[in-house]
């Protein structure tokens, strides 16, 4: 069975400092890579996925995510977070034709 | 825009009863999912639909059972519920989609429905 593992539960930072939130997978096979966020008080939304090409994929609001195939790694990143920012974030995995595997999130607060 | 909505932001009911959650989504989608979120543990699959009257067991079906009558629509039902069901609970909605021999559905996400049994 897959795992996704997301390395901080929570995480701190102040404004304009660099993000970087890991997400490692265990699935030794092709695969589609996702990152969720989810706002205070909203839905899930959608933030990046990855299928398959160039392995830096820019998402919505300034994040991007590098898939590392050799290190089972989709990293979450963005040079400069704002107190927007502040949501829990999911990975997630699948492998084209099973469900999606989420990791337990990561809590991320930015501080004015 | 695709819009999933689900019956109710929040509910409490009491030990034992039986409760119905509901799920719309307006995109004909063919696959549709309930989730649960817990602090600390992430979304778990709890059932998944990926045709009309088809259902599948996700990793936590036990306690739960599901009902998908309409394309649009798929039901979680809870036939006696128990405080360890209190939870958040995701309504979840996607298109098959093939690029070349290979799946790339996206999943999109209703509001919510938070849980609480007394």
């Known amino acids: 069975a897959q795992s996704v593992s997301q390395h901080n539960h929570h995480v701190i930072l102040s404004e304009a400092a660099s993000l970087e939130l890991g997400c490692n997978y265990s699935?030794?096979?092709?695969?589609?890579l996702f990152w969720y966020v989810q706002y205070p008080g909203q839905h899930l939304q959608l933030l990046l996925k990855?299928?398959?090409?160039?392995?830096l994929v820019k998402g919505i609001t300034g994040f991007e995510a590098v898939f590392i195939k050799s290190k089972f790694s989709f990293n979450l990143r963005k040079p400069s977070v704002q107190w927007s920012d502040t949501a829990e974030y999911f990975c997630?995995?699948?492998?084209?034709?099973?469900?999606?595997?989420f990791g337990k999130g990561t809590m991320l607060l930015v501080s004015p | 825009d695709v819009k999933v909505t689900q019956s109710s932001r929040y509910l409490v009911k009491r030990t034992g009863e039986k409760v119905f959650l509901e799920c719309v989504q307006d995109?004909?989608?063919?696959?549709m999912f309930w989730y649960r979120q817990d602090p600390g543990l992430g979304l778990r699959l709890i059932y998944f639909?990926?045709?009309?009257?088809?259902?599948e067991k996700g990793d936590i079906p036990e306690g739960y059972s599901v009902s998908r009558e309409k394309k649009e629509r798929f039901s979680l039902i809870l036939e006696s519920a128990s405080t360890n069901q209190t939870s958040m609970y995701l309504c979840?909605?996607?298109?098959?989609?093939?690029?070349?021999?290979?799946?790339?559905?996206?999943?999109?996400f209703g509001p919510g429905t938070r849980l609480t049994v007394l």
């Open positions: 639909s990926y045709d009309v009257k088809m259902k």
């Open positions: 995109m004909d989608h063919e696959n």
């Open positions: 699935y030794g096979g092709t695969v589609n």
């Open positions: 997630a995995v699948n492998s084209g034709y099973s469900t999606l595997t």
């Open positions: 990855y299928f398959s090409g160039d392995p």
């Open positions: 979840a909605s996607s298109f098959r989609v093939w690029e070349g021999a290979r799946r790339t559905d996206t999943q999109y």
